[in-house]
Nanobody, 125 residues
């Protein structure tokens, strides 16, 4: 059974940092694009960041570019999202996702086949 499990969410003040981690099991994701999405209350789930299987190609939503970084460790089957300079508008449930295949990095939910259960990130003002 393929699973993605997120960890690292929590409550931080504006300007703070958090590091989210996603651990995959049930198959290797080394060649697959992996990504992070988020969903704030009353809003649709949106793309945050994605990374290619090799880790050499990344993509970020405009509002997080320069503040968030994404990385992966294919030996450990993990992908991390480092979030710096957090703002109250970053408050959301963050989801890890994985495609079955490699590039391109998709920004649509339908591009991804596997999903984690989500982890809450709350940024206080």
């Amino acid at each position: 059974q393929v699973q993605l499990v997120e960890s690292g969410g929590g409550l931080v003040p504006a300007g703070g940092s958090l590091r989210l981690s996603c651990a995959g099991s049930g198959r290797t994701f080394a060649s697959a694009v992996m990504g992070w999405f988020r969903q704030a209350p009353g809003k649709e789930r949106e793309f945050v960041a994605g990374i290619s299987g090799s880790g050499r190609t990344t993509d970020f939503q405009g509002s997080v570019k320069g503040r968030f970084t994404i990385s992966r460790d294919n030996e450990k089957n993990t992908v991390d999202l480092q979030m710096n300079g957090l703002k109250p508008e970053d408050t959301a449930v963050y989801y890890c996702a994985a495609k079955k295949t490699g590039l391109p990095i998709g920004r649509r939910q339908g591009d991804y086949h596997y999903w984690g259960q989500g982890t809450q990130v709350t940024v206080s003002s």
